[in-house]
């Protein structure tokens, strides 16, 4: 079975950073692309920025130019967080997509979540 282990989140004045990590496991799965969502109440969860194994990173519009992805090994990820404001606040999970021995068929599992809260 997949876990997904995540870390770094917590509180941070406005204009901060903050660096959020998540690591992966399972044995006999491979992963693919993984990445970051993040949910406020009452909304759906969006999509903050994903990496892909091999090619290029995506962004959400509102996080581009202050937030990094960054693949550390095959299933690890981190996502670094600078000019932080008060619209980054939320529950941030960690996404990874695997498949079972490599037979092509991935599934998307998630972590539990991490609160990034950003005080004004």
């Known amino acids: 079975q997949v876990q997904l282990v995540e870390s770094g989140g917590g509180m941070v004045q406005a204009g901060g950073s903050l660096t959020l990590s998540c690591q992966a496991s399972g044995s006999g799965y491979s992963f693919g692309a993984m990445g970051w969502y993040r949910q406020v109440p009452g909304m759906q969860r969006e999509l903050i920025a994903q990496i892909p194994r091999f090619g290029k990173s995506q962004y959400a519009d509102a996080v581009k130019g202050r937030f990094t992805i960054s693949r550390d090994n095959d299933n690890m990820i981190t996502l670094r967080m600078n000019s932080l404001n008060a619209e980054d606040t939320g529950v941030y999970y960690c996404?990874?997509?695997?498949?079972?021995?490599?037979?092509?068929?991935?599934?998307?599992?998630w972590g539990q979540g991490t609160q990034v809260t950003v005080s004004s």
């Open positions: 996404h990874a997509d695997a498949s079972f021995q490599n037979r092509g068929d991935f599934a998307r599992y």
